[in-house]
């Protein structure tokens, strides 16, 4: 989708802290290599999606840095940052009734300057992001008649025509059949972008990541490979829950066999 390159995300000592004192995020470190899927996993209230906004400049950091190859977020313009990181979040809405088209089209936003039409090749790029998240047959409905699951892969389209050169998301797979969420975290790992995604499926996040970084009660709590993160010890003490680690028969990724409290 991008010809431009990927960057690198460094994230130091981040933390966001409440007026009682709490740190939601809590000097949290982690990196993404150029062109890597790093996931962010933890259970229910572990601060994944707090810590995403601050990456993406939701919310103000009271404490630590962002930097994007080197270059502290916060010192860039918006249409700077814009250029440099796309967010699709939890609460990403559009509330007027516009077609597919017209919604994927402002992704091109950070890039025209006032009422500038697309280019050709702008046009094209519009194209192509409905045609690579299935939505091409939509381009002429208003966004407000779609699915869930439809409207998710239409802002996640409009991320991918914004060219950034990190794409953050926050559960980007709520809302799709099983067949779209595997072709969206196909489509995110194979697009050559440095990826910071929140994902709650353990085995979908083992899939589809090259690193995972686990969040527990808004500190990191462990990070590396999904094969040296996914451990029954871990998902016992983080998640509190019971469950076999085993390797996928095609691809040996680790996968996750669940046990039921009842179960003996």
Known sequence: ???RTAA???????????GDGR???????????????????GPNGSGKSTALRCVYRALRPTGGTVLVDRRD?????????ARALAAMTQDSSVDLDFTVREVVALGRAPHLRGNQPLSE?????VTAAMARLDIGHLAHRGILTLSGGERQRVLVARALVQEPKILVLDEPTNHLDIRHQLELLSLLRG????VLVVLHDLNLAAAACDRLAVLSRGRLVASGTPGEVLTAELLREVFGVRAEVVRHPHTGDPQLLYVLPTHP
């Open 1 to 3: 989708m991008s010809d």
């Open 8 to 18: 690198s995300l460094r994230v130091e000592a981040l933390s966001y802290g409440v």
């Open 23 to 41: 740190h939601l995020v809590d000097a949290v470190d982690l990196t993404a290599a150029p062109g890597e899927t790093v996931g962010l996993v």
């Open 73 to 81: 977020l916060a010192a860039l313009t918006p249409r700077e940052s």
């Open 121 to 125: 090749r702008e046009r094209d790029l």
């Open 191 to 194: 697009s050559g972008l440095t």
